[in-house]
């Protein structure tokens, strides 16, 4: 890969999506932000379920997810700053209690022992062309031996209220993208997983909804490429500036950004 040429992930999109300035301060400028209980939380959990996956497909249950627990969320506090960052103001039972009940709620929605997955936080990615690569991490990958193609995501927040869906399938239909580029086949299956209330919403794609992504993520790198070259990086106010690090340099708030480093 030549050293100009752009990336993009589905984070990344969405970050300029959701605010150019927002994307800016993380990708351009690199600025800290502080860690996150919610992230931390989300992390443990999808790596009690890779591992649940290791094990042979009759024996896994909850209880060894229970067991699988406490040793990763040790590994975790031994090998990670953030959560080490964390660990002074982290209600620890507390903490573990609501992992320990997204991880139960996770076999009420689905029988691991019902199939074998094709791959665990599977890495993708593709040149869309010369100037662009996308990429970006699949929690699960399951392929029928008939070949059909399911792409599934865990997530231990919440679904998406009604009329927001499509928002959340963005990301689905990146990893579709990338897939079908590689594989020559259109996924059957997007599925995500919401551990936070106990939904899925799954889409069957076709290749008119995955030209339709790659257009929009076309779209969204040359926007990108404008405002490197413009320096101009707008603000998008939302509800989503509740959670923002860096309210305090934003314009929307009072605050001035940094000057840019070219």
């Known amino acids: ?12 999109a969405n970050d300029y999506l959701n605010c150019p300035l927002l994307y ?11 860690p996150s209980i919610d992230a931390i939380r989300g992390t443990l959990v999808h790596l009690v379920l890779e591992k649940l996956f290791t094990y042979p497909r009759g024996e896994r249950n909850f209880t060894l997810v229970q067991a699988d627990l406490h040793p990763l969320w040790s590994e975790m506090k031994e090998t990670r700053a953030d959560v080490q960052e964390l660990l002074p103001v982290l209600k620890e039972e507390e903490f573990l209690l609501s992992a320990h009940t997204l991880l139960e709620r996770y076999f009420s929605l689905e029988d691991p022992t019902g199939f074998e997955p094709s791959e665990l936080e599977a890495h993708v990615e593709i040149n869309l062309s ?3 690569m996308i990429h970006g991490y699949i929690d699960r990958l399951d392929i029928a031996p008939t070949g059909e193609i399911r792409i599934v995501d865990y997530k231990t ?17 990146f990893y579709g993208l990338i897939l079908w580029k590689t594989l020559g086949r259109v996924p059957k299956r997007l599925q995500m997983i919401f ?8 889409q069957d794609p076709s290749e008119d909804d995955l030209v339709k992504t790659q257009l929009k993520i ?10 490197k070259r413009s320096g101009e ?25 940094p000057e840019l480093q070219r």
Request: aromatic share 10%; with cysteine; net charge neutral.
């Open 1 to 12: 890969m030549s050293e100009d040429k752009a990336t993009l992930s589905p984070s990344r």
């Open 218 to 227: 076309e779209k969204i790198a040359a926007d990108i490429e404008y405002s």
């Open 130 to 132: 010369d100037e662009l």
């Open 195 to 202: 551990l936070g209330d106990g939904k899925i919403l799954t």
């Open 157 to 173: 927040g919440k679904s998406p209220s009604v009329g927001f869906e499509e928002k959340s399938f963005f990301q689905m239909k």
């Open 233 to 257: 990086w707008p603000t998008r106010k939302s509800r989503l500036c509740d959670w923002c690090a860096h309210q305090k340099i934003c314009p929307e708030f009072g605050g001035t950004p």
């Open 24 to 34: 800016r301060f993380r990708t351009i400028d690199k600025l800290p932000e502080p």
